[in-house]
């Protein structure tokens, strides 16, 4: 079953409510879910695997708690950090990311999240990373040269050894 | 004490067509200058009819309105003419959830702007253009002086909603209504207008009422929370207290059901049952069908607003407080 956006557009106590419902549906009917969401919670809360999109194009892959616990794309590092804070003693201070995604009509050549990354550097704009599994769980892949010590990112060794 | 900058006394509004619907009963809010409050609640609950009931956006003809509200001395309810066109916009202004509706498609954004400074202000058409212009730049548009003459499907979502907010605040009002301004948009864009917001409230001083379903996004920017429910506040308070100790079983409800990292592998706590139809409101307390803690008393008889220092409560059997519990 895919489901678009499923539960986006209720109020919180009826989206508990759906929620709910399809976590039984998919047990009584051994349904697969494809599930299509830009709420963070509600993916973490509902899927076994994540898959991050931007711009066309997929950027990580990977079981839920990798992708929430160890995520290795700097997008998806930054739309984590973008969930509002629930502690009014410590708000969110600074915006992870500054800009809107840039026109898929014309979208810039090389990583496609170059233009808003806090981690880009000339190679990204040479070479499109390619979605590789990442060390110790292939089943966890990300495009990014930051996880590929050979892609000649200078911030790509540290970023293995961290 | 200096008089609050808004107050709504016992505001109540109806809307009269084929069925009578009770959108707000016996409303009552009270916002000190440079406060902000969030005011939370679910579709239906009257978040959004509060704040165009503010700016009188009602049709006359359908609406009941009663009670009281005062703007900044003004008296609202007797507003007309020009004196109603001036506190639009100029006392009080107002950001809408879809700027790509709130604008005009067949102006651009600059012209748009110049034009509502020079509505409120006896200025120039170029000195008009600048300060629209410095509006851009303050709300952080890169390039504002090409996105001046860019028309509205030209920006992307998080664009235009900075130039909303632009547009919102160029002739300086005392009062921000902001109604879902975030909902539409991106996580990524989400907290960068919300982090805008905030700044810019602290930079002219100005109150703010934000109205969301989204409680991490109240949390962000308000001081205070009102919690609505069925046309009523249920529970208001400073924001801290209202996230961390709910008296009012629908806030607790709604904290509840939001959707956690914790939650992962089990059934969600949600509030049983629908909002109650608005034509058609219970004789007692409007949540109490939908209420775990509900007696034969909630049934019947309508809770009164109590107040308690910062804080008040309309229920009949609050939860226990943070210093009840301990």
């Known amino acids: 079953m895919i489901l678009d956006e499923a539960v986006a557009a209720l109020d919180k106590s009826v989206q508990a409510q759906v929620l709910n419902l399809l976590q039984e549906l998919k047990a009584e009917r051994q349904l697969t879910y494809l599930f299509i969401s830009h709420d963070l919670h509600v993916v973490h809360y509902i899927s076994d695997y994540v898959m991050v999109m931007y711009l066309g194009q997929v950027v990580e892959t990977g079981p839920v708690e990798r992708i929430y616990g160890q995520a290795a794309h700097p997008y998806t590092r930054a739309l984590l950090s973008a969930v509002p804070s629930m502690d009014p003693d410590n708000r969110t201070q600074a915006s992870p990311l500054a800009g809107d995604p840039p026109n898929p009509i014309n979208p810039p050549g090389g990583c496609r999240f170059r233009d808003r990354c806090p981690h880009a550097h000339p190679v990204c704009e040479a070479r499109t990373p390619a979605l590789i599994g990442l060390a110790g769980e292939p089943t966890h892949q990300a495009a990014c040269h930051l996880n590929d010590p050979a892609s000649g990112h200078p911030g790509a060794l540290l970023e293995t050894q961290a | ?326």
């Open chain 2, 1 to 326: 004490m200096t008089p609050p900058l808004v107050s709504l006394q016992d505001l109540s509004v109806q809307f009269c067509g084929n069925r009578k619907a009770s959108a707000l009963n016996a409303v009552n809010i009270e916002l000190g200058a440079g406060e902000v409050l969030g005011l939370l609640g679910e579709s239906g609950s009257g978040k959004s009819v509060t704040l165009r009931t503010l700016l009188r956006l009602h049709p006359e003809r359908t609406t009941q309105i009663q009670g009281k509200i005062e703007v900044d001395g003004q008296d609202v309810l007797a507003l007309k003419g020009r004196a109603l066109d001036l506190y639009r916009g100029g006392t009080v202004s107002m950001v809408f959830q879809e700027p790509g509706l709130a604008f005009d498609p067949v102006y651009t954004i600059g012209q748009q702007i110049t034009e509502a400074i020079r509505a409120h202000e006896a200025i120039g058409e170029g000195a008009a253009r600048a300060q629209a212009l410095h509006m851009l730049e303050r709300v952080q548009i890169p390039q504002a002086r090409r996105r001046f003459d860019a028309y509205p499907h030209e920006l992307s979502g998080g664009m235009r909603q900075r130039a909303m907010i632009a547009l919102a605040l160029a002739c300086k009002p005392k009062l921000l209504l902001a109604d879902e301004p975030t909902t539409a948009l991106d996580a990524t864009v989400q907290i960068q207008i919300l982090l805008l917001l905030r700044e810019l409230q602290r930079e002219t001083g100005m109150s703010v009422i934000f109205v969301t379903h989204d409680i991490g996004a109240a949390v962000e920017v308000a001081d205070r929370i009102a919690v609505m429910y069925a046309g009523r506040i249920v529970e208001q308070g400073p924001v801290g207290e209202i996230v961390r100790a709910p008296r009012h079983p629908y806030t607790a409800g709604l904290l509840a059901a939001t959707v956690g990292t914790e939650h992962r592998g089990q059934p969600l706590k949600a509030v049983p049952g629908a909002p109650p139809d608005l034509a058609a409101l219970p004789p007692g307390c409007s949540f109490a069908p939908r209420c775990s803690q509900a007696s034969e008393r909630c049934r019947h008889e309508l809770p009164p607003h109590d107040t308690r220092g910062s804080r008040t409560l309309a229920c009949w059997h609050p939860m226990p407080g943070l210093a009840e519990a301990a």
